[in-house]
């Protein structure tokens, strides 16, 4: 059985004092719930608030993206051990939104995945089709691309790291993202699926372990029937992870 994962990715809101009261209510709601794990990913500058509030307690905390490069003249971009030295355990990578907005690419998503890796931290790597794609009926081309970019640069060692890490794919169809349009949970079931399917090509035992999660307007009324699904093993949370009650809510759902 696959251990449920939820990660929640705040992207850029909060503030010292409302993450203060997010996670407050997010320990206390969780306590009791130990059959799950639970992650939240929140802007760099709060990564120190969330060590100090979230140590000891059965909720880790990660960063949304993370540099490939170990140090240097980067402005403004994080390192690896950056994220490590401040206690994370997870990184997101791949996201659409730094996809689109930001024009990384497969390749900075391979770069970033084997750095990850390398510094210890549990990749969670986002693929997904955007709408125009999804009705090109291009989801399985699209997520396959995006998926063989990185493990096709996973030398045996490197997988076998990656495996050790317990690395997560999360599929996040763009159409759904923020948009309160969720992807049904037998198409969210059968993209799932596929990406198992491809993970097995390369090695079984990775396959039958790495947990695949979705996001895409997850909720806590939608969660029950996605998470019910047999490849689904969790939630990539945006905009319901900002607020403590839908979050816990969620979390609760997949313990
Ligand atoms: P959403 O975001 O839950 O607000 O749709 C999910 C994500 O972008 O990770």
């Known amino acids: 059985m696959r251990r449920k994962l939820?990660?929640?990715n705040w992207k850029m809101h909060g503030n010292i004092k409302s993450n203060q009261l997010l996670l407050t209510d997010?320990?206390?709601g969780l306590r009791d719930y130990k059959n799950a794990d639970y992650v939240v990913c929140v802007p760099n500058p709060y990564l120190f608030q969330a060590r100090e509030?979230?140590?000891h307690t059965n909720i880790a905390w990660g960063g949304q993206n993370v540099n490939q490069h170990e140090q240097g003249a980067f402005t403004?971009?994080?390192a690896p051990h950056m994220l490590t030295d401040l206690g994370c355990t997870?990184?997101?990578l791949g996201h659409s939104e730094r996809r689109n907005l930001f024009h990384e690419t497969n390749l900075t998503a391979a770069a970033r995945f084997d750095a990850a890796i390398k510094a210890n931290l549990t990749p969670v790597l986002?693929?997904?089709e955007t709408l125009a794609e999804h009705e090109a009926g291009l989801t399985e081309v699209i997520v396959a691309s995006q998926m063989d970019a990185v493990m096709a640069t996973l030398g045996d060692k490197e997988f076998a790291k990656a495996m050790q890490l317990n690395m997560v794919f999360a599929y996040e169809p763009v159409w759904a993202i923020g948009t309160g349009k969720t992807a049904s949970p037998a198409h969210a079931q059968a993209v799932h699926e596929f990406?198992?399917?491809r993970i097995d090509r390369r090695n079984s035992d990775a396959?039958?372990?790495v947990r695949i999660i979705y996001g895409g307007s997850v909720n806590s009324k939608n969660a029950k029937e996605l998470f019910a699904m047999p490849d689904v093993d969790g939630g990539l949370v945006g905009g319901a992870s900002l607020n403590a009650e839908e979050f816990v809510a969620i979390c609760r759902l997949a313990n």
């Open 6 to 8: 939820v990660v929640g």
């Open 195 to 197: 990406i198992r399917h």
């Open 126 to 128: 986002c693929v997904g």
């Open 53 to 55: 509030l979230l140590q």
């Open 76 to 78: 403004g971009a994080v």
């Open 207 to 209: 396959a039958a372990h």
């Open 90 to 92: 997870y990184v997101l």
């Open 26 to 28: 997010i320990i206390n």
